[in-house]
């Protein structure tokens, strides 16, 4: 009879759960938007209500356990939510435990970079590889590590917050207070909001006038088409998650860089740029390290929390 396991990923835009077997194949796959403004109470509730959709789509005695994949800073030890500032009242919450309680199921909890690394590693791009670098460029900027076959947690589980080491000296204001931050310059976020900038100060583009409307879709649809500021603002891009994933490189010398993450989709536009940063700016000995997309697109991070689930066939020294 095939296990499986539930696993969740909790975001502030979207709650995402799907029915997954050992194999890391989705079976049923439900989401909803995210009430994340109601509180605690209230979200569990809708994780709740997603996890009994899919435990009425198998034998429930099959199902291993439950892995939730959320936004940090997580003490994944303690199994608390130290601070998530896009769901209100998760401040040092003890989300692990209150799940365990109403799913009545066991419960792992992963930071959300962690567990795309880890559904990367397992099942997708970084398969095989004893040593990769996962980093989710959307929103904001995360990542997981792979380090000798290890998944490297650091103090509380808290390591793999990538998208705050700083790229640019006493630069911009991130989000976290710092300056300078890798996130600042080169999430979605920071890219929507440059190119607006940008675009409001230039006349000769096929965006002029679209204002609000602009996001990164739209900038590198133009670019496809020959425009000259978004092909420039393309090509920044490529070059500012450059110059992080270089880092990321030296810091931690992986076989493969996996870029996973809204901005991944366009991944085929940005690589050529991002891997000639790479070749130019990383020391000779790390010039030949790849850097390649998430193969399992928006679900590394159901997968791995699934994968992450207790599994009995997977040795705790591998997870």
């Known amino acids: 009879m095939s296990r499986f396991a539930i696993g969740i990923d909790l975001g502030g835009t979207q709650v995402r ?8 194949n989705i079976h049923r796959r439900v989401e909803e938007r995210t009430d994340a403004q109601a509180g605690p109470d209230r979200v569990l509730g809708q994780i709740r209500g997603l996890t ?5 789509a198998c034998e429930p005695s099959t199902i291993a356990g439950i892995g939730v994949s959320a936004p940090g800073p997580l003490d994944t030890e303690l199994g608390l ?17 209150e ?8 419960v792992s909890l992963e930071n959300d970079g962690i567990a795309a690394a880890v559904g990367e590693w397992q099942f997708g791009a970084g398969k095989g590889f004893q040593n990769l670098v996962y980093v989710t460029v959307s929103t904001g900027i995360g990542g997981g590590i792979i380090a000798d076959g290890r998944v ?18 006493d630069g911009l204001i991130c989000s976290c207070g ?19 900038a940008r675009i409001a100060e230039c006349a000769e583009t096929s965006l002029a006038g679209s204002g609000e409307g602009i996001d990164s879709r739209s900038v590198f649809i133009a670019a496809e088409k020959g425009d000259a500021l978004a092909t420039a603002l393309v090509d920044e ?34 690589q050529a740029g991002i891997q000639s940063h790479v070749e130019r700016n990383a020391m000779p000995a790390f010039r030949d390290v790849r850097v390649v997309g998430a193969a399992l697109g928006q679900n590394s991070g159901l997968i791995g929390a699934a994968a992450l689930a207790s599994f009995s066939r997977r040795p705790s020294s591998e997870l």
């Open 81 to 97: 939510a130290l601070d998530i500032p896009t769901l209100r009242g998760f401040s040092n919450y003890p989300l692990r435990e």
């Open 52 to 56: 009994e959709q899919l435990r009425s």
């Open 17 to 24: 759960a799907a029915l997954v077997d050992e194999q890391g």
């Open 99 to 106: 799940l365990r309680k109403r799913l009545l199921l066991p």
């Open 237 to 270: 891009e490529a070059e500012l998650l450059g110059r992080g994933f270089t880092s990321l490189i030296h810091m931690f010398s992986p076989e493969i860089v996996i870029m996973g993450g809204g901005l991944s989709q366009q991944f085929d536009r940005l």
């Open 178 to 196: 710092g300056k300078g931050c890798f996130e600042a310059y080169a999430s979605g976020t920071a890219f929507t909001k440059r190119a607006r």
């Open 152 to 169: 490297v947690r650091g103090r509380k589980g808290m390591a793999g917050h990538v998208g705050h080491m700083s790229i640019v000296p």
